[in-house]
């Protein structure tokens, strides 16, 4: 007999990539450049020179086996060793490498992270707006996620509602900065004030409580934007990163986990990362792209068109009414939609081709995402439509 549990999650398809592929299905009809199709978090601008010429240079002159072949479990050595280094010059830490798992990609990271610190029955608890897939993520590990309600204000974290949430059988917290869907990057006056409730709770129940922090938009803060590293601020940290955004390689699927060195059984959890791959199958991350990806690790791709675009966006859906907060960084947007019901405003909006994921699969309902990871022409392209749908569905909201 199948399983159930999983059987019964094809009822639950992601709704995010259900409007990908009705987007699709519509520019196939339209042309897919007359579709403004904001659902997918898809990179939009070319991985760096580099990494394309450090490819070419590893496939023409070095071993087949080296690169083709098996890495350690744990990730190849000296790739994970400069990982450390890098991590240590820019956010002042004390990793080597043996505190660096390689993975594939932040859910490979946060897969492994969740294991080594909850055992089945534990809560994990997270902050709406939330990314959907935390759900499967720890619920099929045999830990429970919670979710804490959003803080609408401002979008960091509702601290009298974490504190009520945050009883004895939490066992993790898991942080998303900067956030995806709302681009809000949390403030050091935030992360210092979460990291010391965590303590204090720590010391009066008597058990650790880790800090899962997924970090895969890292990279992408806009000017002015205040964005500490999660893991100077708490010794039970780990940190989960994915170069998809930084490096624009969603789909070569690597990234880490870096554990905290000042954390309890830091010299542990690695090796058993190493063994929870047994059991998930994420072990072993492509040889190659840990070789390449190691030659750039202090480079992104050009990545000033998301905060263009942000601009051009936050300007434009402001004037027509919209509430939002400005995203600190990512290539997301959240604004309030302009009813009540988010999924009937994104219905609505698909009649002009806006295809808009309404936030109710992030846990704050009432709220729409804007995943503006596209040409800038094409946003440009895309405020007209804007403009016709405020104006003929809620012309309350428009004088123009």
């Given at each position: 007999?199948?399983?159930q549990?999983?059987?019964?999650?094809?009822?639950?398809?992601?709704?995010?990539?259900?409007?990908?592929?009705?987007?699709t299905?519509?520019?196939?009809e339209?042309?897919?450049?007359?579709?403004?199709?904001?659902?997918?978090g898809n990179?939009?601008?070319?991985?760096?020179?580099?990494?394309?010429?450090?490819?070419?240079?590893l496939?023409?002159?070095?071993?087949?086996?080296?690169l083709?072949?098996?890495?350690?479990?744990?990730?190849?050595?000296a790739?994970?060793?400069?990982?450390?280094?890098?991590?240590?010059?820019?956010?002042?830490?004390?990793?080597?490498?043996?505190?660096?798992?390689?993975?594939?990609?932040?859910?490979?990271?946060?897969?492994?992270?969740?294991?080594?610190?909850?055992?089945?029955?534990d809560?994990?608890?997270?902050?709406?707006?939330?990314?959907p897939?935390?759900?499967?993520y720890?619920n099929?590990?045999?830990?429970?996620?919670?979710?804490?309600?959003?803080?609408?204000?401002?979008?960091?974290?509702?601290f009298q509602?974490?504190?009520?949430?945050?009883?004895?059988k939490?066992?993790?917290?898991?942080i998303?900065?900067?956030?995806?869907?709302?681009?809000?990057?949390?403030?050091?006056?935030?992360?210092?004030?979460?990291?010391?409730?965590?303590?204090?709770k720590?010391?009066?129940?008597?058990?650790?409580?880790?800090?899962?922090?997924?970090?895969?938009?890292?990279?992408?803060v806009?000017?002015?934007?205040?964005?500490?590293?999660?893991?100077?601020?708490?010794?039970?940290?780990?940190s989960?990163?994915?170069?998809?955004?930084?490096?624009?390689?969603?789909?070569?699927?690597?990234?880490?986990?870096?554990?905290?060195?000042?954390?309890?059984?830091?010299?542990?959890?690695?090796?058993?990362?190493?063994?929870?791959?047994?059991?998930?199958?994420?072990?072993?991350?492509?040889?190659?792209?840990?070789?390449?990806v190691?030659?750039?690790?202090?480079?992104?791709?050009?990545?000033?068109?998301?905060?263009?675009?942000?601009?051009?966006?936050?300007?434009?859906?402001?004037?027509l009414?919209?509430?939002?907060?400005?995203?600190?960084?990512?290539?997301?947007?959240f604004?309030?939609?302009?009813e009540?019901?988010?999924?009937?405003f994104?219905?609505?909006?698909?009649?002009?081709?806006?295809?808009?994921?309404?936030?109710?699969?992030?846990?704050?309902?009432?709220?729409?995402?804007?995943?503006?990871?596209?040409?800038?022409?094409?946003?440009?392209r895309?405020?007209?439509?804007?403009?016709?749908?405020?104006r003929e569905?809620?012309?309350q909201?428009?004088?123009?």
């Amino acid at each position: 007999m199948i399983v159930q549990k999983y059987k019964d999650m094809l009822k639950g398809k992601s709704v995010i990539r259900q409007l990908s592929e009705f987007a699709t299905a519509r520019g196939a009809e339209i042309g897919y450049e007359n579709v403004f199709d904001f659902s997918l978090g898809n990179p939009s601008v070319p991985t760096p020179q580099k990494f394309t010429d450090v490819m070419i240079e590893l496939l023409q002159n070095h071993d087949p086996m080296e690169l083709h072949g098996y890495s350690q479990s744990l990730g190849i050595p000296a790739v994970r060793e400069k990982v450390a280094q890098s991590l240590n010059k820019r956010f002042g830490m004390q990793y080597t490498g043996n505190h660096i798992f390689m993975t594939t990609g932040a859910a490979g990271a946060i897969a492994h992270a969740v294991r080594c610190v909850t055992q089945p029955g534990d809560e994990v608890l997270t902050f709406a707006p939330y990314f959907p897939e935390y759900q499967p993520y720890i619920n099929l590990s045999g830990a429970v996620l919670k979710v804490v309600p959003a803080n609408t204000e401002d979008f960091q974290i509702n601290f009298q509602l974490f504190e009520e949430m945050l009883t004895e059988k939490v066992m993790a917290v898991l942080i998303n900065t900067p956030n995806n869907p709302s681009g809000v990057v949390y403030t050091t006056d935030t992360v210092r004030k979460l990291t010391e409730i965590m303590a204090a709770k720590e010391k009066e129940y008597g058990h650790d409580i880790f800090l899962i922090s997924d970090e895969p938009y890292r990279e992408i803060v806009f000017e002015g934007t205040d964005a500490p590293y999660v893991s100077g601020f708490y010794n039970n940290s780990l940190s989960c990163y994915s170069y998809s955004k930084s490096l624009s390689l969603p789909g070569e699927r690597i990234g880490y986990v870096a554990v905290n060195p000042a954390c309890t059984d830091a010299e542990y959890i690695t090796n058993m990362c190493a063994q929870i791959s047994r059991g998930t199958g994420h072990n072993c991350p492509p040889s190659i792209i840990q070789l390449a990806v190691a030659e750039v690790l202090d480079l992104t791709a050009d990545l000033s068109v998301y905060e263009t675009n942000c601009n051009i966006l936050y300007k434009e859906l402001t004037s027509l009414g919209f509430e939002c907060v400005k995203p600190g960084g990512t290539f997301y947007m959240f604004p309030k939609a302009l009813e009540e019901d988010a999924i009937a405003f994104s219905e609505k909006a698909k009649a002009y081709d806006l295809i808009l994921v309404p936030g109710d699969t992030f846990g704050a309902p009432g709220y729409f995402r804007l995943a503006y990871c596209i040409d800038t022409e094409k946003v440009e392209r895309s405020l007209p439509a804007f403009r016709k749908f405020v104006r003929e569905q809620y012309p309350q909201r428009i004088s123009c």
